[in-house]
């Protein structure tokens, strides 16, 4: 699953760094700045129109893949829940479409693309759900189609909008892209999609509709605050430094991103799935040693490789972004200790301990958005990757004491 996913990625990393210097070429850093708020706002409306239901649906499917009755209680509460965060997010963003491009943009002259994003916000929901459902099925090559596919066909459009249509069309590219992606995704998946989900037999009922709800809970504090603190963070760089600063620190996370989305598939298709399955501190121990015996030192690597190369990187995809170099060290140094927060945090979400999982992502978010608030008029645009890096540094002690207290509560219930 590794080796096939490395590939994908690969693939999708070299297509990334191709679009990535286009759009600096082409649009300079406030280009760069707008387009990380669009994306942003793109993850929030992914949660809100989905009801943060992607873990709930990964987990579950998982665990009831053989048995119909309980995948149709499932699919027909998702049903109910999707309508009623789709019609809700739609209405809001077409209503309020001037009030939230002034807010991203600083102008009111992008609320048309925040009333075509209205429009698109069914696809973006779908398309969350039923990806949910191929990771709980753990369907890795179909789910390397999909994932190949749709990101060719997403960056040609992207590109073909952007030399046609300058920062516009890279903007509508990216609105329209969930539609694509939903297609892609159907066109592969649709045949094993409908074993699993029996449309006709759907029902008006949300049976288990309290299971549901507490990942819709642990979504909006990890995607939506996450994505609105990214959204004040950039906000904050313009009003205290330039947009151009604004969009430096947007491509840093752009790279980071990148290399993070290999992370992100790995743990959904692989870490939830078997978090799910596990009882005992033994067994998650013996689980624990194994990915970081073998995703760890990968990831370290790479991330060792990255940094040398910073150079040539900034060169390659973000000509003229020089302000960028000094950067690499926190983030890298960051992310890496995220991705072992990460990797215990799974467990929150594979057992539902929505109170941890809500602290953990509060704190953290709280430490980042304050430390960044404070060292970015000392440090200027690197103050922000600073106190990245030392949020984790607080938050990997809080989640392993965490985890580890819930299997020893486990075990003294069982004794």
């Given at each position: 699953m590794t080796s096939l996913n490395a590939g994908v990625i690969g693939i999708r990393f070299v297509i990334s760094l191709f679009i990535q210097r286009l759009i600096a070429q082409y649009l300079g850093e406030t280009g760069v700045s707008k387009i990380g708020q669009l994306r942003n706002l793109s993850e929030l409306l992914t949660s809100f129109s989905s009801l943060g239901?992607?873990?709930?649906?990964?987990?579950?499917?998982?665990?009831?893949?053989?048995?119909?009755?309980?995948?149709?209680?499932?699919?027909?509460?998702?049903?109910?829940?999707?309508?009623?965060?789709?019609?809700?997010?739609?209405?809001?963003?077409?209503?309020?479409?001037?009030?939230?491009?002034?807010?991203?943009?600083?102008?009111?002259?992008?609320?048309?693309?925040?009333?075509?994003?209205?429009?698109?916000?069914?696809?973006?929901?779908?398309?969350?759900?039923?990806?949910?459902?191929?990771?709980?099925?753990?369907?890795?090559?179909?789910?390397?189609?999909?994932?190949?596919?749709?990101?060719?066909?997403?960056?040609?459009?992207?590109?073909?909008?952007?030399?046609?249509?300058?920062?516009?069309g890279v903007l509508i590219a990216l609105v329209i892209t969930p539609v694509i992606q939903l297609a892609t995704l159907l066109f592969v998946f649709f045949k094993v999609l409908k074993e699993y989900v029996e449309f006709k037999n759907l029902k008006w009922k949300a049976p288990m509709l309290k299971l549901l709800l507490s990942f819709s809970i642990m979504s909006f504090f990890s995607t939506v605050l996450l994505n609105y603190v990214s959204i004040e963070i950039r906000a904050m760089i313009i009003r205290r430094i330039t947009e151009t600063d604004a969009g430096i620190w947007t491509?840093?996370?752009?790279?980071?991103?990148?290399?993070?989305?290999?992370?992100?598939?790995?743990?959904?298709?692989?870490?939830?799935?078997?978090?799910?399955?596990?009882?005992?501190?033994?067994?998650?121990?013996?689980?624990?040693?194994?990915?970081?015996?073998?995703?760890?030192?990968?990831?370290?690597?790479?991330?060792?490789?990255?940094?040398?190369?910073?150079?040539?990187?900034?060169?390659?995809?973000?000509?003229?972004?020089?302000?960028?170099?000094?950067?690499?060290?926190?983030?890298?140094?960051?992310?890496?200790?995220?991705?072992?927060?990460?990797?215990?945090?799974?467990?929150?979400?594979?057992?539902?301990l929505v109170l941890n999982f809500i602290f953990t992502e509060v704190i953290s978010l709280i430490i980042y958005f304050g430390l960044a608030s404070y060292f970015v008029d000392i440090y200027g645009v690197e103050g922000v990757v600073i106190a990245n890096f030392i949020r984790y540094v607080i938050v990997i002690f809080i989640v392993f004491f965490l985890v580890y207290r819930y299997f020893k509560k486990t075990a003294n219930t069982y004794s």
């Open positions: 239901l992607f873990n709930g649906v990964v987990k579950y499917v998982a665990e009831h893949k053989e048995d119909k009755e309980q995948l149709n209680k499932l699919f027909s509460t998702v049903f109910i829940l999707s309508i009623i965060g789709i019609v809700s997010t739609s209405i809001v963003i077409f209503i309020f479409s001037e009030s939230i491009s002034s807010y991203l943009f600083t102008t009111a002259e992008f609320s048309y693309l925040i009333k075509l994003t209205a429009v698109i916000v069914p696809f973006i929901s779908l398309n969350r759900i039923f990806s949910g459902v191929v990771n709980g099925l753990s369907q890795y090559k179909k789910f390397a189609k999909i994932e190949l596919f749709g990101y060719i066909a997403t960056s040609l459009l992207t590109v073909v909008f952007l030399l046609n249509f300058n920062i516009d491509a840093m996370t752009n790279i980071s991103k990148n290399y993070m989305v290999f992370s992100g598939a790995i743990f959904t298709l692989y870490v939830l799935p078997k978090y799910a399955a596990i009882h005992s501190k033994k067994d998650f121990t013996t689980e624990l040693k194994v990915i970081f015996k073998t995703l760890l030192p990968l990831f370290g690597v790479g991330m060792l490789l990255i940094y040398c190369l910073r150079e040539y990187i900034i060169q390659l995809v973000y000509p003229g972004f020089n302000e960028m170099g000094p950067l690499f060290k926190w983030q890298l140094a960051g992310d890496f200790l995220r991705l072992i927060t990460i990797i215990l945090g799974y467990q929150f979400i594979a057992k539902k």
